[in-house]
């Protein structure tokens, strides 16, 4: 039979479609086509296959070979597909057995002395591999990524030959069973480093047991990007399917993953001149920005009113719904955008609004333009505001004083209340819907009345009323409380710094 199958997996954002490469040889002129919605890079392949196959020291036909790429409306893109169709021509043309090729998925790119090379974005496809029950064949240098699926049959080979031996019981390639294992946190980024500031350090905990987003005032060198950096390291550990999740879509970008993260929160702090698309990502084959790059870990938004308005407006939308759907004329993409916002700004344009040196002279007119900058329903939607005020040298300077608590006793604060949300919700705090928020977070009478003060004298909208009860929910928890407080909820409302500022301002 001069007709052969071949399966392998295509790349549509964080998702990998399978393809069936089917490869049909004729009787006619010599000729090779590769149809299905080839891109360049795809059509490029038949000459790297050529020569790969060639210098492999096997026939190449010289027949008329049509190659199909199925589903044949979905784009096909990289040099993922030449393994696959390489083996395909040989199949076809009786130069290795066909019975065992439904049992496998090839990826990887032909060198043209026939040597694989590593493809982007394997993670996806490794574990749509393992849901079909086939066994994977890739690039040893893709090996270490892939075997982040611990259910999926792994195969690896360095060329063409070594495939191909495999496929005819010649030389079997071993499994590939060699386990990943989590990375330790990185040194120096400790808790127990931030001097003073124990009302933001507090906040921190709050913010990272409850998933809570986080803006903090102060002027500058006060320990706001210090703070911010800590966060990782007070944050419960990943779970396999959010290290996965993560992993993937660090694999589909444009810096590739890197197995010395497996498992650690990622830390994104694009700079302020970023543009909207590389947030949310975009281009023509879309690809993940940089909120998506920060799924299940933080978003380091620094000097956020130095940010385009217009930018900051993007965050919004996945704020509140955890995804971002990226739409082109030829196709769509969504991709997982669950991060937790930490951002900083001073408190007026020249960073020095209230510090104890009087040097700031900015106008209440000045001061009002640079809040204004950060539009009124983004700040809504940030859980918690806080003031990092400046640290008197003395006190920097003071040994004598308790010594500071680490990340690790933090963290473990922060997994027992985490755990007790999981358990009671299926969810962290900030992911409560209106429905849980009403059945779980129920308040006293006092309580209510109290809360409800707040809002009218504040001028809150009624998300912000959610979130400030979410809050509380997360501080009852650290507290081990079965029921949200007094103290709770009023530590909770005094989480909305900029709010009260607006409010003081307007009278």
Request: charged share 20%; net charge positive; aromatic share 4%.
């Given at each position: ?453 707040a809002i009218e004298q504040l001028g809150l909208s009624a998300r912000a009323y959610h979130r400030i009860l979410k809050v509380a929910r997360t501080i009852a928890d650290l507290a081990e409380e079965e029921s949200i407080l007094t103290p709770h909820i009023s530590e909770a409302i005094s989480y909305r710094r900029l709010d009260r500022m607006q409010v003081n301002q307007g009278n």
């Open positions: 039979m001069s007709l052969a199958v071949v399966y392998t997996r295509a790349q549509n954002g964080i998702e990998a479609p399978q393809v069936s490469v089917e490869v049909h040889l004729s009787n006619g002129l010599p000729s090779l086509s590769i149809v299905g919605l080839p891109e360049a890079a795809v059509k490029e392949s038949k000459d790297r296959v050529r020569s790969a196959i060639l210098n492999s020291r096997f026939e190449f036909p010289t027949r008329r070979i049509t190659i199909n790429l199925a589903p044949a409306d979905l784009p096909k893109e990289g040099g993922r597909f030449d393994l696959a169709i390489a083996i395909g021509i040989l199949a076809a043309s009786g130069q290795i057995p066909l019975d065992r090729l439904d049992r496998y998925e090839f990826i990887g790119e032909l060198a043209l002395t026939g040597s694989l090379r590593p493809v982007r974005g394997i993670l996806p496809s490794t574990i749509q591999t393992a849901r079909a029950h086939r066994t994977l064949l890739v690039s040893r240098d893709n090996a270490a990524e892939a075997r982040l699926v611990s259910d999926v049959e792994l195969l690896t080979a360095d060329h063409l030959l070594e495939v191909c031996a495999h496929l005819c019981g010649q030389q079997s390639l071993p499994l590939f069973d060699e386990q990943v294992t989590s990375r330790s946190k990185a040194v120096g980024q400790d808790m127990a480093d931030v001097r003073a500031q124990p009302h933001a350090k507090r906040a921190l905990e709050i913010a990272a047991a409850g998933g809570h987003s986080l803006l903090m005032v102060g002027p500058p060198g006060t320990g706001k990007t210090m703070l911010a950096s800590r966060l990782p390291g007070i944050l419960p550990p990943m779970t396999e399917p959010e290290a996965l999740e993560t992993a993937a879509l660090q694999s589909i970008s444009e810096q590739g993953f890197k197995v010395q993260q497996w498992r650690k929160r990622p830390f994104r702090s694009p700079h302020h001149t970023a543009s909207g698309v590389a947030l949310v990502g975009g281009g023509s084959t879309p690809r993940p920005g940089e909120i998506s790059l920060a799924n299940n870990g933080i978003m380091f938004l620094d000097e956020l009113p130095e940010f385009d308005r217009r930018v900051l407006e993007v965050l919004r939308e996945p704020l509140e719904s955890g995804r971002i759907t990226i739409s082109r004329a030829a196709r769509q993409a969504e991709f997982p955008s669950r991060f937790q916002l930490v951002a900083a700004m001073n408190p007026c344009p020249c960073g020095y609004l209230g510090h104890s040196s009087g040097r700031c002279h900015c106008s209440p007119d000045q001061i009002q333009r640079y809040r204004n900058r950060i539009s009124g329903p983004l700040l809504d939607r940030i859980d918690m505001h806080i003031e990092v005020p400046s640290v008197p040298i003395h006190v920097m300077q003071d040994q004598s004083g308790r010594a500071e608590e680490d990340s690790h006793i933090v963290q473990l604060r922060v997994i027992k209340a985490r755990n007790t949300q999981l358990k009671r919700s299926k969810v962290s705090n900030c992911q409560l819907s209106n429905k849980q928020v009403e059945n779980q977070c129920q308040l006293q009478k006092a309580d209510q009345q109290l809360l409800e003060r």
